[in-house]
């Protein structure tokens, strides 16, 4: 387009709103064209998958995990509404997990962020603890709690808990040490200091930490929901794999992903509000 | 007790140095006073703790030695007495420019109403000419406009001594020159006692009432106290007509190139109690010179 010539043209109302419609247009293509591509790109891996699994005698049993059986299923999953009860109880337990998570992780992550003797002290332990893999604990977990929920919850917990923390104390570390230095001047308190300077100055790190702790707590629910309960994702994947419904089970890991990746949105839209940098 | 309103007694500060046991003394019997309502600007060379001094009036620094008394106090730590203007704005950078001044209202004066606290600071702000940018972060604004929220802030909480760390040391010449203005302006509104730390000789004769000159550290000390005898209010326009101009520029200059290196040298055998020499270049015959900073043992 010539955008010379257009800005040249009578300010006719009508003509402008086209303009602008078109520009609009314009830049939503720009926008998607790429990620519409790569989902584009995908869907083109999983049908070819699909098709070589589909072709050889071997595998051919598992030819409904590819994309036409599936979305059947998953649409199927949507329409009856069958589809929301696992989610729920997927994202409670996963909710409940973050929040114990966030309620360790956070105070946890300013006072080792704020105090060096304490950031040395914990240093070997946590580094020690943090390597060790959430599922490893499961065994421990289901001595350790009563209920099924319970020990999920902690599983998921413990998995989050470090990248909050960690980012928190980074957060903490990289405050401008000039502000403690104006809120001194101001004559703010320990109270104030904590309140209206590093609470602010750090709920960007925090809420990327929280990006993080969302991202190893989902994949940590899964596994963690083959244990004894009967409900949610992990469940429903166990359970269609036991009756053999592949296309069932591979809308399951449909579902999954989107509710992953909405969840990774939500926390992403958290940081760009929390965000005071220039970037 | 003395009836100054500021007074430096024998202030010295010590750093631990690596790999020594001997401690660096960055400045040592430094005495100087300063009035109510004194504009007293104070000029060295870098690395002869005029900062150091400045934290310590602020309460944000200890010193190794000696006392500084306000108003019949000894300051011990940072209060509300003391506002600090620092050299980088200093923003807090998620707040507004309005918010970043309410902040410091309410901790000054935390029984105001919303409303009175939000009028105060609007007040502030609108002498610097920040009225129309009141909600915007300080990402949002230029140097200047920082440098000028940091101002109303300063001003706004009404402390006894306001204290500038090289305010303008970060602006391009053209704003700094703009925004001195309004210091005056300001300042000559609310008569606030300022000490002020500066690298800017023409920015000193201008704003200062008087100027205190620090020999070359370590071992620093306050040689000098010069008056400035011109007659306010000063513009930065006609400054240089001004008879005082010349002779008080030249001797400022004078020092900083030759006397502060050679003052530094001496300043180690004399007196600790060492007062510094006060000088009025414009009428040099009423202050007639004393001997030589250095004195026979």
């Known amino acids: 387009m010539n955008r010379t010539a257009t800005l040249k043209l009578p300010q006719y109302s009508g003509r402008n709103l086209t303009l602008g419609l078109v520009r609009g247009a314009d830049t939503v293509r720009r926008r998607l064209q790429y990620p519409a591509l790569g989902i584009a790109l995908l869907l083109a891996l999983w049908w070819w998958g699909g098709m070589v699994i589909a072709n050889n005698p071997d595998t051919m049993a598992f030819a409904s995990f590819a994309p036409g059986p599936t979305l059947v299923a998953f649409w199927d999953l949507v329409s009856t509404g069958a589809v929301w009860s696992p989610i729920e109880s997927s994202l409670q337990r996963v909710g409940l997990g973050l929040v114990w998570a966030i309620a360790i992780g956070v105070p946890l992550g300013v006072a080792i962020g704020y105090f060096l003797q304490l950031r040395q002290l914990t240093h070997v332990p946590f580094q020690f603890l943090r390597m060790i893999s959430p599922l490893a604990w499961m065994p421990i977990a289901v001595l350790a709690f009563a209920t099924w929920d319970a020990a999920i919850i902690f599983l998921i917990a413990i998995a989050a808990v470090w990248p909050i923390t960690y980012a928190t104390a980074h957060g903490v570390q990289r405050i401008d040490p000039m502000w403690f230095k104006v809120g001194r001047n101001l004559g703010a308190g320990p109270y104030h200091t904590l309140r209206r300077i590093i609470l602010p100055a750090i709920a960007q790190d925090v809420f990327a930490g929280i990006r993080l702790a969302v991202g190893v707590a989902w994949i940590v629910l899964v596994p963690a929901e083959y244990l004894g309960v009967t409900s949610g994702l992990g469940y429903a994947i166990n359970d269609a794999r036991d009756t053999l419904e592949y296309d069932k089970l591979a809308a399951i890991v449909l579902v999954i992903g989107i509710i992953g990746y909405l969840l990774d949105a939500i926390c992403v839209r958290l940081i760009k509000r929390s965000s005071y940098r220039e970037e | ?297």
């Open chain 2, 1 to 297: 007790m003395t009836a100054h309103f500021l007074q430096i007694e024998n202030l010295a500060r010590r750093f631990p140095q690596p790999g020594s046991k001997e401690p660096t003394t960055v400045f040592e019997g430094v005495n100087f006073s300063i009035e109510k309502g004194e504009f007293v600007c104070i000029i060295g060379h870098s690395g002869c703790g005029k900062s150091t001094i400045l934290n310590v009036l602020a309460g944000l620094d200890h010193p190794s030695d000696g006392n500084v008394i306000m108003d019949g106090k000894v300051i011990e730590g940072p209060s509300r007495d003391q506002g600090v203007i620092f050299q980088n704005h200093s923003l807090l950078p998620w707040l507004s420019t309005l918010h970043n001044v309410t902040f410091a209202v309410r901790a000054r004066w935390p029984n105001w109403s919303r409303a009175k606290i939000r009028e105060h600071s609007v007040n502030y702000l609108e002498m610097v000419g920040l009225g129309e940018v009141l909600n915007r972060k300080p990402a949002q604004l230029s140097g200047g406009m920082r440098q000028r929220v940091g101002i109303a802030r300063a001003f706004a909480i009404e402390p006894k001594l306001l204290l500038m760390d090289e305010p303008f040391g970060a602006l391009d010449a053209l704003t700094r020159g703009v925004i001195q203005e309004e210091l005056l302006k300001i300042w000559a509104r609310t008569h606030q006692t300022v000490f002020m730390i500066t690298h800017d000789v023409d920015e000193s004769v201008l704003l200062a009432d008087r100027v205190l000159l620090m020999t070359n550290g370590p071992n620093a000390r306050v040689a000098e106290s010069v008056i400035v005898d011109i007659p306010r209010p000063r513009e930065r326009a006609t400054l240089h007509e001004q008879p005082g101009y010349y002779p008080v520029r030249n001797h400022l200059v004078e020092f900083l190139v030759r006397r502060a290196k050679t003052l530094a040298s001496a300043a180690r055998d004399t007196d600790p109690r060492h007062t510094p020499r006060t000088v009025n270049p414009v009428k040099p015959d009423t202050f007639p010179p004393r001997p030589a900073l250095v004195r026979s043992g």
